[in-house]
């Protein structure tokens, strides 16, 4: 069963740092690479896409470049999103997602709706 599971959320003041964790069961990453993606939604606010990578590209919301890394363990089959400088903007709900259709990944990843989706993993920035 395909399945992507998301950790490592959870409280942090303003300026602290977190890394999030999405393992894929069912995937094997070693044979075939897919688009990878982090997505975050607030309270009221419509889905956005953060961050984006396959074997070859990788982009970054202008709200995190900077700030955010995206990085992949094929071995592990894991995805990472290391987040550093938090703002209280950066609350939120964070998924990440995998689609395997080629070209996939590009600069107007956000507005995908990527095959795979974990069930995401809270994200709070406190004062």
């Known amino acids: 069963q395909v399945q992507l599971v998301e950790s490592g959320g959870g409280s942090v003041q303003v300026g602290g740092s977190l890394m999030l964790s999405c393992v894929a069961y069912?995937?094997?990453?070693?044979?075939?690479?897919?688009?990878v993606a982090w997505f975050r939604q607030a309270p009221g606010k419509e889905r956005e896409g953060v961050a984006v990578?396959?074997?070859?590209?990788?982009a970054y919301a202008d709200s995190v470049k900077g700030r955010f890394t995206i990085s992949q363990d094929n071995a592990k089959n894991t995805l990472y999103l290391q987040m550093n400088s938090l703002k209280f903007e950066d609350a939120a709900i964070y998924y990440c997602a995998a689609d395997y259709r080629a070209g996939w990944c590009s600069n107007d990843f956000g507005s995908k709706n990527f095959n795979y989706w974990g069930q995401g993993t809270q994200v709070t920035v406190s004062s």
């Open positions: 990578m396959d074997s070859g590209f990788t």
């Open positions: 069912g995937f094997n990453w070693n044979i075939v690479r897919p688009c």
